[in-house]
């Protein structure tokens, strides 16, 4: 079967040109878009305290959803969704454009897709990248017709030796796949096409977000020639009571190799992963389970649900997440949008809204029963100015600073281990919700066995901080087993009383009497991203203090359980990446 799709290659994209026909975008060559005409004055960053050192951000105005990323002849490209009128969402949204060489210095592009045809002139929402046999890119994306019904289009690069694809064509053909009367189709609730993965029948498949009433639908289309779609008789998955799913992103994992897979590839040693995006919550949830070929359906394990009680690639602020397959290291690698925490006044006046999380490697744990993330590597060429945290027993009511960092950009790793879990408090069984426990115990709460962890973004007097902390418990049904809970509490992250101020929690399943605790944390001026137990949970929030900005800003270790804890670890500066800069600012 590889020999037949390699034979096929070449062959199957010119068919492909030749059969779809193009249509140029209206002025792309000739426009630059706003990210590239946009000169910043050298004291930008001293006048945008906010602003993030090495997160990925335009230069202004609104973004959300990450879209389509790829990695093409080494290059690698960021869509994403970015209004370039003004702070808040607009549904005239376009694509716009950057790329890398290292995931971390990102260099803007014109806008890769804006409004331009009868089946997109109302918007070009968003989507994902297939590479096609031969080493083709292309794009599906979800475009508001001019009916305002929501259809799926195709866009190819208009020149494939440009390794930047800094132009991008749509096929007359468009729409191919839309909502009718037949197909009975909510045409406001069908929308953002997953990468399309070519089945061992040779045909290809892709899966649309959609719901029928309350139940949530991952609508299956296939093709022979990825020009022509036909819906399948039956959804791909569904769940009740979910509402609509957006953003839904399919792909498998390996159950025994620490790498990444090609979407298409399937067999014995792999286990899938289905991820929708709750729009009626803002909360997005994974499962893991099995493809079923024959059927042409996705069975999830039991227990894998889509609700509360089941996994989130992250439990703060991350939402309409996106991954794709780096075929140079053989890694999947995940993206996911941060949205705002300030109010939208505070966006006005600093002129942006959203955040990309740092990209993030995905694997399947050992367990295989869930996945585990974690920052990629690239990202530790900006370490800088080492401070190790020596081995030391922090005894219970302390609070330790960490010198020699810069607090308000800097990336922490710290390991905590427990010996001693007599006073460990029970977990009493109504606590079932982490976040609702992380709110009601949060870090001024005293307790037995934790809270313990760091104070970030934390002002000089300590009248603002955000605390990423762990608490133990031991379990009420079995006093053996104990049960690690982690909070990200952002009550007293700002004095500024307007901005969204929400505590998260997870549980993270590590034991604490045979693992050690480990913690990551990623600070950022605005954002903070924490990684429990080597990435089985993660947690990111947007966060906005007053006082504790810039070379006022703190980071402290902190223990405020009875226990006593050993921590090691180290902490970094980080150095600022250049990302989507202006070439004036480039120049100076």
């Known amino acids: 079967m590889a020999l037949m799709i390699f034979s096929l290659r070449i062959f199957f994209f010119h068919s492909l040109l030749f059969s779809f026909g193009v249509i140029e975008l209206e002025g792309s060559h000739h426009a630059c878009s706003n990210l590239l005409n946009l000169e910043l004055p050298s004291t930008w960053q001293a006048k945008q305290p906010y602003r993030t050192g090495y997160h990925f951000q335009p230069p202004k105005n609104w973004i959300n959803d990450p879209n389509g990323p790829l990695i093409y002849k080494n290059v690698y490209h960021h869509f994403y969704q970015y209004n370039p009128d003004g702070v808040a969402w607009s549904p005239n949204i376009v694509w716009a454009h950057s790329t890398s060489n290292d995931l971390v210095n990102w260099t803007p592009h014109d806008d890769a897709l804006n409004p331009s045809q009868p089946f997109d002139i109302n918007g070009c929402w968003s989507g994902s990248a297939t590479i096609l046999p031969g080493e083709k890119p292309a794009i599906f994306y979800t475009g508001i017709n001019s009916e305002n019904e929501q259809v799926q289009n195709l866009a190819f690069p208009k020149n494939l030796s440009d390794p930047f694809l800094r132009e991008w064509v749509k096929i007359p053909q468009n729409p191919l796949m839309i909502p009718t009367q037949a197909n009975q189709i909510n045409a406001d609730s069908f929308r953002d096409p997953t990468t399309a993965w070519l089945g061992i029948d040779n045909k290809w498949r892709l899966v649309i977000g959609s719901k029928k009433n309350q139940t949530g639908l991952a609508i ?26 957006e953003c839904p992103d399919f792909f498998p994992v390996s159950k025994s190799s620490p790498i ?62 996106k991954s794709f397959f780096d075929s140079a290291k053989n890694r999947r690698i995940l993206w996911g949008w941060s949205n705002e925490s300030s109010s939208a006044n505070d966006d006005i006046k600093k002129g942006w809204s959203g955040l990309q999380a740092i990209p993030r490697t995905l694997l399947l744990d050992k367990s295989g029963k869930q996945l585990v993330q974690w920052p990629v590597e690239e990202l530790e060429k900006l370490r800088t100015k080492l401070v190790r945290l020596p081995s030391a027993v922090i005894k219970g009511g302390s609070l330790h600073e960490v010198l020699g960092v810069t607090a308000a950009q800097a990336d922490v ?40 962890g760091l104070l970030v973004l934390a002002s000089e007097s300590l009248q603002e901080y955000t605390a990423v902390f762990y608490r133990i418990f031991k379990s009420h049904n079995n006093n053996n087993k104990y049960v690690v809970l982690m909070c990200s509490d ?64 703190h980071l402290y270790v902190f223990n405020y359980g009875r226990e006593s804890v050993k921590i090691t670890g180290s902490a970094w500066s980080m150095k600022t990446a250049n990302i989507n800069r202006s070439r004036k600012e480039d120049n100076e």
């Open 220 to 245: 299956l289309y296939v093709s022979e020639d990825f020009l022509h779609w036909t819906m399948a008789n039956h959804p791909f998955h569904s769940a009740k009571e979910n509402g609509m799913w």
């Open 413 to 452: 790793e710290v390991t905590f281990e427990m010996s001693d879990f007599e006073k460990t408090e029970v977990l009493d069984s109504s606590w079932t919700d982490p976040q609702i426990l992380c709110s009601k115990k949060d870090a001024l709460v005293y307790g037995g066995l934790g809270p313990f």
């Open 490 to 553: 952002q009550s007293r992250s700002s004095l500024n009383e307007a901005n969204d101020k929400t505590t998260y929690g997870a549980f993270v399943n590590v034991d604490p009497l045979h693992e050690k605790l480990s913690l990551r944390s990623l600070i950022d001026h605005s954002i903070v991203e924490s990684f429990g137990g080597e990435g089985k949970a993660c947690i990111t929030t947007r966060v906005y203090p007053i006082l504790a900005v810039d070379d006022n800003t």
């Open 260 to 321: 990444g897979l090609d979407t298409s590839i399937n067999g014995p040693d792999v286990k899938h992963v289905l991820k929708v995006s709750l729009f009626d919550t803002a909360k997005e949830y994974y499962t893991i389970g099995t493809y079923n070929l024959d059927k042409d359906i996705y069975n999830p394990d039991k227990g894998s649900v889509e609700s509360d009680s089941g996994l989130r690639y992250d439990y703060g602020k991350f939402y309409a997440s």
